[in-house]
């Protein structure tokens, strides 16, 4: 089982709206066993409990357009997590990040925790990415890093790579293609974006068949011009499509 598993989305909906938060507090809701036990608005100061109508009423009456929260669960499974949650149209984002989740049937919910989000969030794109440590002599040493971006960084420069389950909202779908992606794997979600499976039941794979994969597609999407060249860290290079 992986070491770490990262759930990362980027959504333009307007996420300090009633109807989008509510979304956003029923995803997380959902699964009891990953329901949030706390978040804050102001990072280091103690989480208050998770009640989902007290965060969607919060939110809504804060006067800015921009707010940062942070949510947490401290019962198994445990996770740490920061929204930038936004009204003006720019990309809002969602980060989850768990440690080490234990049984396999676990690690597959996660996979299904971000299928809900996804679809809750209108996700412009979005990744669950499970980490394990690289070892000596490495075909794939940038595997790890792979789920790792900055929201302004995608704005500049494009996503990073597929990984283990990517979603591709229609703005993404409209750059690459419907039939290149469905040739990779993709099938269409309920909700209008796709959703790329490196292999069958990812939640099951290992590091090296995961991060072979992502390799081939990675390839066979090089020529879209929408992903962007991070290998030369801080000078990171936009996809020649990206706008």
């Not at 990072?43 to 939110?59: C, I, M, N, Q, R």
């Not at 396999?104 to 299904?112: L, P, Q």
């Not at 679809?119 to 394990?132: D, L, M, S």
Request: charged fraction near 25%.
């Amino acid at each position: 089982m992986p070491d770490q598993i990262l759930v990362a989305l980027i959504t333009r909906e307007p996420m300090r709206k009633a109807a989008p938060l509510k979304r956003l507090a029923d995803a997380l809701t959902a699964a009891p066993q990953f329901a949030p036990t706390g978040w804050s608005t102001t990072d280091g100061l103690p989480l208050t409990s998770f009640e989902p109508k007290a965060f969607v009423s919060h939110l809504i009456a804060l006067k800015s357009d921009e707010s940062t929260v942070q949510i947490a669960r401290r019962a198994a499974v445990k996770y740490d997590g920061f929204c930038d949650l936004r009204n003006d149209g720019a990309s809002a984002s969602m980060r989850l990040t768990f440690g080490a989740v234990g049984a396999e049937d676990a690690v597959r919910g996660v996979f299904e925790l971000g299928d809900r989000l996804a679809e809750n969030t209108r996700a412009e794109f979005g990744i669950v990415h499970p980490v394990w440590p690289s070892k000596p002599g490495d075909r794939f040493p940038s595997y790890g890093g792979s789920g790792k971006f900055a929201t302004h960084e995608y704005v500049e420069y494009g996503p990073v790579a597929v990984c283990a389950r990517t979603w591709f909202g229609a703005r993404l779908i409209k750059l690459i293609g419907q039939a290149r992606l469905a040739n990779l794997g993709a099938q269409k979600t309920d909700w209008g974006g796709m959703r790329l499976d490196l292999v069958e039941s990812p939640w099951a794979s290992d590091r090296q068949t995961l991060a072979a994969r992502q390799a081939v597609v990675m390839a066979a999407l090089k020529d879209t011009g929408v992903f962007g060249d991070y290998s030369t860290y801080p000078f990171y290079t936009r996809g020649a499509r990206w706008r």
